[in-house]
């Protein structure tokens, strides 16, 4: 496979980010995996379930309250592919990427939150 496009995004604190213009199938179903391997589902029975040969219903039960956090960090080891300090530095490391967003201050991480989701989340980005 060919690389990816990609496109430049300025934030706050004059840092370019270097982001991948989509997300790949791939890249989907790691940052929906997140949600999934820390769900807890239980099945259970009624009296309206055992008429049904399909008896029971499944629900969810549980959820890590940080999944979501651990979700948007993905998206960011997925998406950004460097980023382009103000003092001249590449960050190429995943890890550190995603490091050096967290530690900004929260405007300039709002703005690249922002257009992470734009890209992991194209229909919702156009309704908004």
């Not at 940052?31 to 769900?39: A, P, Q, S, T, W």
């Amino acid at each position: 496979m060919s690389e990816r496009a990609t496109r430049e995004v300025k934030i706050t604190g004059e840092h370019t980010l270097v982001l991948h213009d989509y997300i790949t199938g791939r890249d989907k179903r790691e940052i929906e995996g997140v949600f999934l391997k820390d769900v807890s589902m239980r099945r259970s029975a009624n009296a309206s379930d055992l008429k049904n040969k399909d008896a029971g219903s499944v629900e969810m039960v549980g959820m890590k309250g940080t999944t979501q956090f651990e979700a948007e960090n993905k998206a960011l080891e997925l998406v950004v592919k460097e980023i382009k300090t103000s003092d001249g530095a590449i960050i190429t490391d995943r890890k550190q990427v995603v490091d050096f967003i967290l530690d900004l201050p929260v405007e300039a991480y709002e703005e690249v939150i922002k257009a992470v989701n734009e890209i992991t989340e194209p229909k919702k980005a156009e309704t908004t």
